[in-house]
């Protein structure tokens, strides 16, 4: 049995790692002042980032053709892959997921399970390797989808952004309007909501210092919950160098855990803004034969 492991590209995955486990990453489209790029392809975060605060407007992201996913889907059954597990972003914050299932009758020459990350960025990143791990050791798929199942349970994640706007515009913040006043003066922290999966305004904060620790405590909070251990990542949208002075920070408050250091690229950068950052974790499990 044949399992190929499919994402799409805001996974934002090291490319050794894709190249490595055989993963297909399909681009998400990004549309900037009319001109549509795909995540990754033709168009880099930086390259991204630098446009946009050339742009006179807001950015949007667009999902990839049904036909293309028909045909991509089919290519890998023509390569001998009797499953092909997709794996994406979550149904919450883009229509990606529930369009892939309305096209799995669609194709006939190989099983199409579509999965809800419940996530996105490196988090779902995560999930990803931990199934293509699995699917090239020759695991079956109910092995995969229980561990994917287990590993999704443990996510958990805090932003910190520095403007709505392009949240609510797009309709993905579910309690925006208690958060929308005084937005010069505070810096919000959002999360995934538990039940809904959806992200919420999780709390206002008057200063991006205070943000930074109210996080740090809501990180040591979960981690007294916690019974396994944790690999925890700090995310920037295009500021590097802030996500590297808090992993050192955070690696020193908490020595026990595995920090790195990923990205918003452009998709998920487009809705988080230019500066947000983020500590996203979930169990460390990599995959062990």
Do not use: C
């Amino acid at each position: 049995m044949k399992i190929a492991v499919v994402t799409d590209s805001t996974a934002y995955l090291p490319q050794q790692l894709i190249d490595q486990y055989h993963i297909t990453v399909v681009p998400i489209p990004v549309v900037l002042d009319g001109q549509t790029y795909n995540e990754g392809v033709d168009i880099s975060s930086a390259d991204f980032y630098a446009k946009l605060n050339q742009s006179e407007h807001f950015p949007s992201t667009a999902q990839p053709a049904i036909g293309q996913m028909v045909e991509l889907y089919e290519n890998l059954g023509d390569q001998g892959f009797d499953i092909v597990l997709s794996i994406h972003l979550a149904s919450t914050i883009s229509g990606f997921f529930e369009n892939l299932k309305n096209i799995v009758p669609l194709v006939k020459n190989t099983r199409v399970i579509p999965y809800d990350s419940q996530i996105t960025v490196i988090l779902m990143g995560q999930m990803v390797l931990l199934a293509a791990q699995m699917a090239q050791a020759g695991k079956t798929i109910d092995e995969i989808l229980a561990r994917l199942d287990a590993l999704r349970a443990t996510t958990d994640e805090y932003f910190i952004v520095n403007d709505l706007q392009n949240l609510v515009k797009g309709g993905r913040l579910s309690n925006a309007s208690a958060f929308l006043g005084g937005m010069l003066r505070i810096k919000p922290i959002l999360t995934f909501d538990d039940d809904s999966n959806k992200i919420v305004a999780f709390e206002k904060i008057r200063s991006l210092k205070k943000a930074y620790l109210r996080v740090e405590d809501l990180f040591a909070e979960a981690l007294r919950k916690t019974d396994y251990p944790i690999h925890a990542f700090v995310i920037a949208a295009n500021d590097e160098p802030a996500a590297i002075e808090w992993e050192a920070h955070l690696k020193e408050r908490f020595p026990a855990v595995k920090f790195d250091v990923s990205y918003f690229g452009p998709v998920i950068g487009t809705h988080l803004g230019e500066k947000a950052i983020a500590i996203g974790w979930l169990k460390d499990e990599q995959f062990k034969a």
